[in-house]
């Protein structure tokens, strides 16, 4: 192997090599690590390895990640006398932002934290590694942006060794009735309220017990939506994308998991002893394989943002029209929001992620040779997996192409201007629509809000109807960017999803239904043509054509463009005001930098 990074801090010596022998004298004793008690003399020469995890115990999916780590770190110890170093770094829980705007300032959402914590994530984790001369990393990711920020870390670490391993999903939760309630659940439980649906009582013990352990979002929102796309690259530990995190009591570590855990430290070793990197497994066969899953699974919008950034960071060229250049596969994963089971299902039912990723390399979707941290092709990992046997659609969690939960991706990626003489394209730069299978075209006019809770309040009190098209603005990625979930959950909860398009220049979560649009680039804040949409002007949209327009006409857009001033709006101080200053758009993954010439 060539010269191990951590070398460099006995070539240093001083105070840098004094602090790394008093580190390594606590992290070969037996109340550290476990294990056999060694007396360190200095004289250890293995590699220097870091397990990193989204720390803090406010982050229900990721609060098992700590005991998750000591087991990798345990397991490095005591099967191959190496010493790990456990790293949480810094982690936003997504929910919890979403629930609050600032008081003086309501256009801004404290879920604007949430697409710039990707990058913070990221960053932490390369300057954990960078400042300590690491030799090889794991990075056990969970919660939303922990996933992609994960994947981008291991992006821009692709000359070591890195493996990921994701921390798994959550069990659903059980009311006190006996009905099976999870996040999606409780995200539509004010609009289901506000219709009558469910009493109060009800309500409150939705919130109460629909969470009942840690682990991501059990439905195919981001989290699970980035940790599939993680195994189908070949940086995860495969099977890790489905296995729960924790057992059936809700307190214990599934046993699965732990044992995911030691084969992320075997991977590791292996490519440490093979004298392989991450960046070896990864190219442009890669992302192709990764582009045809994201829409096979049903998965979220966010992932249009994230997979381009990864892929700048692994040097591969990938970007929407990459994207959108497989829309067509059919979707083959029967969770929700496009199905009816969850993440734990394709475990307990279908054998989890393998059995699905053999179907589609059977049926020629996907590229078998492509690579993984293994060192095999994903071809070769898969061999000898027995593909799913097709009885009874409606009630299997994997789909055949014959019997798809829909033909075609629910993600529909509109580029381009096609702006007319009476209409005007409302994302020249690019958009995404999710689309139900039953609407891929609306028409209706335009319900414009600039704030998110105003348009929620809105929807709970009636005054938005069945063909309206509410147009949410101002909230793009220079000032955030934020998951509009209250809104979406909200017309899903009163059951007007299907009968109320949104378009918006923000983000939604995976968890949402309906008829979406969302990513209009340029963004209101920049200038774009959402900016000038007014009350009662006709959206169209058509996911056929891929087309989105609003009825302006080109003389009375310039003039509304002229008289438009951006509103005045101050942004905390921290992450969100620096990176609203340097950030790309969403087109280009949101990265905090400029585009390489």
Not at 24 to 52: C, E, H, I, L, W
Not at 109 to 130: C, D, K, N, P, T
Request: charged share 20%.
């Amino acid at each position: 192997m060539k010269k191990q990074r951590s070398d460099f801090m006995k070539d240093i010596g001083g105070c840098p090599l004094t602090m790394w022998h008093g580190w390594m004298r606590q992290a070969v004793k037996t109340d550290f690590r476990g294990g056999k008690d060694v007396n360190y003399s200095g004289d250890y020469s293995g590699p220097t390895v870091m397990v990193v995890y989204g720390g803090g115990e406010t982050n229900l999916c990721n609060l098992h990640h700590q005991k998750l780590a000591e087991h990798v770190a345990s397991h490095l110890w005591n099967s191959h006398q190496v010493v790990a170093a456990i790293e949480p770094v810094a982690a936003v829980t997504d929910a919890i932002s979403m629930g609050h705007a600032y008081e003086d300032e309501p256009r801004l959402s404290a879920m604007g934290y949430s697409l710039f914590s990707r990058e913070i994530f990221a960053s932490s984790i390369v300057q954990q590694v960078e400042i300590n001369c690491v030799d090889a990393v794991i990075v056990i990711t969970g919660c939303d942006k922990t996933v992609a920020g994960g994947m981008l870390a291991a992006s821009w670490l692709k000359y070591l060794p890195v493996v990921l391993l994701h921390g798994g999903t959550i069990r659903a939760g059980c009311s006190l009735s006996g009905r099976s309630i999870q996040i999606e659940t409780a995200n539509e439980a004010a609009g289901m309220l506000a219709a009558g649906k469910i009493d109060q009582a009800e309500h409150d013990d939705i919130l109460l017990n629909s969470l009942p352990s840690p682990g991501g979002c059990g439905i195919m929102a981001t989290s699970n939506t980035m940790a599939v796309l993680g195994s189908s690259l070949g940086m995860s530990i495969f099977s890790s994308a489905s296995t729960p995190a924790m057992d059936t009591d809700h307190q214990s570590i599934h046993p699965e998991k732990i044992q995911e855990a030691q084969e992320a430290a075997d991977t590791l070793m292996k490519m440490i002893d093979e004298d392989r990197v991450i960046g070896d497994a990864i190219d442009e066969r890669s992302f192709k394989n990764a582009s045809v899953m994201l829409h096979a699974i049903g998965g979220s919008t966010n992932a249009v943002i994230h997979l381009p950034a990864i892929a700048e960071g692994f040097g591969v060229s990938f970007g929407l029209e990459d994207i959108r250049s497989t829309s067509d596969t059919p979707i083959l994963l029967n969770l929700m929001p496009a199905g009816k089971f969850v993440m734990v299902d394709l475990y307990e039912k279908a054998g989890g992620l393998p059995p699905l990723v053999r179907y589609m390399l059977n049926q020629g979707m996907l590229d078998p040779t492509a690579g993984t941290i293994r060192g095999e092709t994903i071809g070769e990992m898969l061999e000898g997996v027995p593909a799913p046997v097709f009885n009874d659609p409606e009630n299997e969690v994997i789909r055949s192409v014959e019997s798809p939960v829909k033909p075609k991706s629910s993600l529909c990626i509109v580029t381009g201007d096609k702006s007319t003489a009476d209409q005007v394209s409302i994302a020249s730069n690019g958009c995404v629509f999710k689309l139900s299978a039953k609407t891929r075209k609306f028409k209706g006019p335009a319900r414009v809000f600039d704030h998110e809770g105003e348009a929620v309040e809105a929807v709970l009190k009636g005054n938005i109807v069945a063909g309206d098209a509410i147009v949410l603005r101002y909230q793009g990625v220079s000032v955030g960017c934020p998951e509009l979930l209250r809104l979406t959950a909200a017309l899903t909860g009163m059951g007007t999803d299907s009968s109320i398009a949104v378009v918006t220049d923000g983000r939604l979560s995976g968890v949402s239904r309906g008829t979406l649009v969302v990513h209009v680039e340029p963004e209101a804040w920049r200038g774009g043509t959402i900016a000038l949409i007014e009350e009662g002007d006709i959206i169209s949209l058509n996911g056929d054509e891929e087309t989105l327009f609003a009825q302006i006409d080109a003389g009375e857009l310039k003039r509304r463009s002229e008289q438009w001033k951006r509103p005045k709006l101050e942004l905390p101080r921290g992450p969100m005001r620096i990176a609203s200053q340097i950030v790309r758009p969403l087109e280009e993954g949101a990265l905090w930098w400029p585009r390489d010439k």
